[in-house]
């Protein structure tokens, strides 16, 4: 278990205006997609690549393209989807898989609603979408069904994560070859389990039902 911050200037630049109350759903949107692309920059660094030989208009030469089999792409329902156009922006060839889950706000326990994954993920690299990482029982509900699935590799791409989510990930996790990419670690949790200082709910401000 890895944790990687990614502290680019345009990244801190862009979750600060994310973060903003007065930031309308649309421009939420919009960042939120800028973030999750530079993020994938650099959580996808390390993808397999194999030679291609090519002709350029000048002479042929040796390149290089992307190692199958195709990455897999999973954001969690519902915040997750608002970060894959930014995903498949910038790794279009990859396939895309979706887990519906949800934190019951009673009992904070993690409910699976919704899959719809390819049956055999054996050899393959699997990035997952939740734009925040709270109490990390998502997270840790998700790799495990992933693993369970034969995923090679798992990938956790964030725009916030709590130091309380990042310690049970690396708790339950700890033994697992999987890496985590956020754009800050804030404070903590509140009471409600929502991270301090936050944005919110990125899942009702992605939609606009905060507004």
Do not use: W
Not at 15 to 30: C, M, Y
Not at 56 to 61: A, H, K, L, N, S
């Amino acid at each position: 278990m890895r944790t990687h911050v990614v502290d680019h200037p345009l990244i801190i630049h862009k979750l600060t205006q994310l973060r903003r109350v007065e930031t309308p759903s649309n421009v939420f949107r919009d960042l939120t997609g800028e973030l999750v692309s530079l993020l994938a920059y650099e959580a996808s660094s390390s993808m397999p690549v194999e030679p291609v030989e090519i002709q350029t208009p000048v002479t042929e030469m040796t390149g290089s393209q992307l190692a199958g089999p195709k990455p897999l792409v999973v954001p969690i329902l519902r915040a997750g989807l608002g970060m894959l156009d930014g995903m498949t922006a910038m790794i279009p060839t990859a396939e895309v898989g979706f887990l519906g889950m949800a934190r019951d706000e009673e009992t904070l326990n993690i409910v699976t609603y919704a899959e719809r994954l390819p049956e055999d993920l054996t050899g393959r690299q699997v990035f997952v979408l939740d734009p925040m990482l709270a109490t990390g029982g998502t997270l840790v509900e998700a790799i495990r069904f992933l693993e369970r699935a034969g995923a090679a590799r798992i990938t956790c791409i964030t725009l916030l994560a709590a130091p309380e989510g990042i310690k049970r990930l690396e708790e339950e996790l700890g033994d697992l070859d999987v890496e985590l990419y956020t754009a800050a670690i804030d404070e903590k949790l509140n009471e409600k389990a929502y991270i301090v200082p936050g944005l919110g709910d990125a899942g009702d401000r992605l939609y606009g039902l905060a507004e």
